[in-house]
Structures are given as C-alpha cells and as structure tokens.
Nanobody, 118 residues
Framework: QVQLVESGGGLVQAGGSLRLSCAVSGRTLSIYTMAWFRQAPGKEREFVASISWSGNSTNYANSVKGQFTISRDNAKNTVYLQMNSLKPEDTAVYSC???????????WGQGTQVTVSS
C-alpha cells in the first residue's frame, strides 16, 4: 500500500502563488508515477500534472502548462506542485495520486482545497 497526504492548500488572491506538497509513505519503491488531479465544484476530476518517480519525465495538462510545475524530492518522499499566477478558475480540491505503472493511479490522497479569489 501507499499512503498520500497533501498539504499547502488555502485561500489566495488571483495572481498569487501556492505550493502544494504530497507526502508519500508505504511501498514507495514500487511507485512508477505520481500525479496531481483537481476537481472543481460541479465538475469532473481532471488531470493536472504527472512526474515519474525516477527519472525526469513530466507531463502537464494544456490548461496549466507554463503556470504550474510538478517536482519531487525522493529523499523526502514528497511531490510538489508549484502553482503561479493563480486564477479563480484554478479553484478546486487538489489531490495527489500514485501508480505502479503509467497512467494507472492506484492510490489517492484526501485532497487539499485551493481557493483563488478575484
């Protein structure tokens, strides 16, 4: 099993920045990929960004390219999502996820709320 705990969410004004963290524990040696997803009120969950657990492969949703940056610190077993130039439409619950193979996410965190005020 893999346990994921997100932190770093909050209320920020439009144009501001936040950095989300996802602390990973458990079978970390079996993890192949990590990702961030978000779900806004009344909308389906959507992919935001992913990163390989080893190596430097990253992938972003078109809506956040150039605005968000995903990174990881394997020594700390933590994945980050740096979010800059935030907009009200970025308001959502952000969740991290872990998978043992590409594009399949077996484990999810509880989520952290990000609210961007205009």
């Amino acid at each position: 099993q893999v346990q994921l705990v997100e932190s770093g969410g909050g209320l920020v004004q439009a144009g501001g920045s936040l950095r989300l963290s996802c602390a990973v524990s458990g079978r970390t040696l079996s993890i192949y990929t990590m990702a961030w997803f978000r779900q806004a009120p009344g909308k389906e969950r959507e992919f935001v960004a992913s990163i390989s657990w080893s190596g430097n492969s990253t992938n972003y949703a078109n809506s956040v390219k150039g605005q968000f940056t995903i990174s990881r610190d394997n020594a700390k077993n933590t994945v980050y999502l740096q979010m800059n130039s935030l907009k009200p439409e970025d308001t959502a619950v952000y969740s991290c996820a872990a998978g043992f193979r590409s594009y399949v996410y077996n484990f999810w965190g509880q989520g952290t709320q990000v609210t961007v005020s205009s």
